[in-house]
């Protein structure tokens, strides 16, 4: 089958897929046909049914609407489509809402956008301070076993933590701080560790999903919630001037959010509150330069943590450095 005849049949496969009318009309004269979920500025989301597209608005010539297509379209008795309520079980998930992925909830990208206010509202009892003996920093549970993210730099060379954590009861905030913190692995290369909470009476916490970012966008408004300076549930917004800046060697999230010390580890968050990036640092000598560590080499630094777990009683954890081999020395051939 030619390269032709099997794009077309994928074509064939998206327009069958989609319970609604809206079609997508591209440049190279061919359609994609689903259910539109959002759009953006530099992207158009689909629902083709077995998965969800993100089509680069640059190549969308036209947008067709399912109520478009329909007004024009007399009804003809009981020939009615089925209504999207009709056809999904009232168990399934909602399209674009977070999904489990090992220890952190994955975001669907598909969730509405909405003020900074109302996300503070429901995201800020999901960001902690993480304390130490010799400072504090900020982070985010990734679930509601009380797993959470922090920068390595805030528990370097640490063992004792505490981490503080505002709970929402009877309309008030209460401040708890649990002393049981157990540290699960660590990339001082990636400057990121995973904590744990182990105490007894904790209960089960509020936590936040893991956004993408391909999906982020240079210029997107984001914010940020830390402990600057000590500041508990400081918020700060900006937007992401660019997602590739180059420092020593790593690729940054550049913001325009206020970021100071205390933020680090904190969660940069994007209007549909994922979190996009992980805060750690900011230029000394500028205004609105903050950096995050983009969330996939999270995700990346959580998919392989095996390979950075912590173990206090080996001396060379989480890293186990090998000599390199010596100059001219031949690998012995056994004799047969």
């Known amino acids: 089958m030619t390269p032709t005849r099997i794009l ?12 609604r009318a809206d079609e997508l009309q591209l440049k190279d004269k061919a359609a994609i046909t689903g259910r539109i979920l959002a759009e953006r500025p530099d992207m158009v989301v689909v629902d083709v049914g077995y998965t969800v597209l993100l089509v680069p608005r640059k190549d969308v010539v036209r947008m067709t609407r399912d109520t478009e297509t329909n007004a024009a379209k007399p009804a003809k008795g009981n020939s009615a489509k089925t209504s999207i309520a009709e056809a999904t079980p009232t168990n399934a998930p909602a399209v674009g809402a977070p999904a489990k992925h090992g220890l952190y909830m994955a975001g669907g990208g598909a969730a509405p956008e909405r003020s900074v206010r ?3 509202a429901s995201l800020g009892e999901a960001v902690v301070q993480v304390r130490t003996p010799g400072g504090l ?8 076993e009380g797993f959470l993210i922090t ?3 805030v528990i370097e060379g640490e063992t004792q933590l505490s981490i503080e954590v ?3 009861r009877s309309g008030q905030l209460e401040r ?3 002393k049981q913190v157990r540290i699960v692995a660590m990339n001082k290369f990636a400057d990121l560790a995973l904590l744990k909470v182990e105490d007894k009476d904790a209960p089960k916490f509020k936590s936040v999903p893991l956004g993408d970012t391909a999906a982020l966008g240079q210029g997107e408004r984001v914010f940020a919630i830390g402990s600057p300076l000590g500041l508990e549930r400081t918020v ?7 997602k590739t800046r180059l420092i020593q060697g790593g690729l940054f999230l550049q913001t325009t959010a206020q970021i100071n010390p205390g933020n680090s580890g904190g969660p940069l968050f994007n209007l549909r509150g994922e979190v996009v990036g992980v805060t750690n640092m900011k230029l000394t000598f500028g205004e609105g330069l903050g950096f995050a560590i983009p969330v996939d080499q999270v995700k990346y630094f959580l998919d392989h943590r095996d390979a950075f777990a912590y173990d206090p009683d080996n001396p060379s954890n989480p890293f186990r450095y090998l000599p390199p081999p010596g100059r001219g020395i031949q690998p ?5």
């Open 166 to 168: 505002y709970h929402q």
């Open 8 to 19: 077309c049949a994928a074509l064939a496969c998206l327009v069958l897929a989609g319970s």
């Open 332 to 336: 012995s051939i056994e004799a047969k």
């Open 236 to 242: 700060t917004e900006g937007i992401v001037s660019t």
């Open 151 to 153: 920068n390595f730099h």
């Open 137 to 144: 920093g900020s982070g985010f549970f990734l679930n509601e």
């Open 176 to 178: 708890v701080v649990y």
């Open 118 to 120: 109302e996300h503070v």
